[in-house]
């Protein structure tokens, strides 16, 4: 059974179906919306009893998670509509969802706690990259915009690098592996070099990103020894 289930949730969140071409805006969003209620189903129902579900189910849902958190668009759209055909919500659950089992102190067998963070990390380095493609692709562009989609895409990624950083906030920190806070941190740095960027909407979205640091940096704690600091 849950073999099939697994498929039944692949197959309709992501059909292999390519959508009429006189889909309009509006089904679409309904169409992401119902492809939302999936997801939120998976993380209310199946996700809290992770620990009496098959390892191999749980594995293949961290994966979805995963699949879907990556900004995925319709195949057929114009540049005027790529805003909303990017599914974004539908990314932006999938990615909410999979921080909060990642960050689960329910989460408590080794297998669970591997394929959450291995998702986790695939997730953070895949955001490393696009922030990186993009610094470098603006330097090269000089004058000329760069694709929309490029940057929608490098505003997706800040703005789930926020809710990242915002469930940080609200986790106690040993529910966080070291590896995590290691690939956060190597974020900070490639998010200054963003700061030149010239499109609005990618300098507010970074501001967003940005803001959410100062929460974790404190000044060092000095280590008394023999009664001296």
Known sequence: MWPELANAFEDFLFTKS???????????????????????????????????????????????????????QAPSFTEAEIDVRMREEFSKVCFETLLQFSFSNKV?????????????????????????????????????PLPRQQVTEIIFVLKAISTLMDSLKKTQPENVDGNTWAQVIALYPTLVECITCSSSEVSSALKEALGPFKDFMQPPVSKVQNGES
């Open 108 to 144: 408590s067998t080794p297998q669970e706690g591997y394929i959450s963070r291995m998702a986790l990390s695939v997730l953070l380095k895949r955001s490393q990259d696009v922030l990186r493609r993009y610094v470098e692709d603006e330097r090269l562009s000089g004058r000329c």
């Open 18 to 72: 390519i959508p009429p071409d006189n889909l309009s805006i509006q089904e679409f969003q309904k169409n992401e919306a119902v492809d939302v209620e999936v997801v939120q189903l998976i993380s209310t129902e199946i996700l809290p009893f992770a620990n009496f579900i098959p390892k191999e189910f749980v594995g293949q849902i961290m994966t979805m998670l995963n699949k879907g958190s990556i900004h995925s």
